[in-house]
Structure formats: C-alpha cells, structure tokens
C-alpha cells in the first residue's frame, strides 16, 4: 500500500513539514482535521512552537516525517 502523504505548507521552505495520513481518513478528511487540530494549538496559545502542533497531530494519528529539500531547479 502506497503512504498517503501531506504537506503542510510554510512561509519559508525549511520551515515546511510532511505528515503520514492515518488510514482510517480519506484526503479531504484528512485536511480538515489536520487544519482544526492546527487551530486550535494557535488559538489556545499564541507563542505555539511546532512541537505543540506535532504532538497533536500524533496524537491523532498522523506521523510526522522527516524529508530532505533539494536544490532549487532554476
């Protein structure tokens, strides 16, 4: 079975992060509920770091992956 992957965008590139989908999520699912869990780590404490957000996230059963960005194309 092939990974089900999600990037979660940022302002700078080293900044972005990839999580694992649970299986039990479709995609659009998936989006939803890593885009509340988000939200809610930000409303609850403005002076968040992403640590609290992985946590939740695992909490919930993505995976955060580590990945390598290359060198820029142009």
């Known amino acids: 079975m092939t990974a089900r992957l999600m990037l979660l965008p940022a302002k700078s590139i080293a900044a972005m992060k990839i ?3 649970p299986d039990d999520f479709d995609k659009r699912d998936a989006v939803r509920h890593a ?3 988000i939200g ?9 770091e992403w640590e609290d ?3 939740l996230l695992e909490d ?4 955060v ?9 142009d």
């Open 19 to 21: 999580v694992r989908i």
């Open 35 to 37: 885009t509340s869990l």
């Open 65 to 73: 992956l580590d990945f390598m960005v290359g060198p820029d194309l």
């Open 60 to 63: 919930h059963g993505f995976e």
């Open 53 to 55: 957000i992985a946590a």
């Open 40 to 48: 809610s780590v930000e409303e609850e404490s403005p002076d968040y």
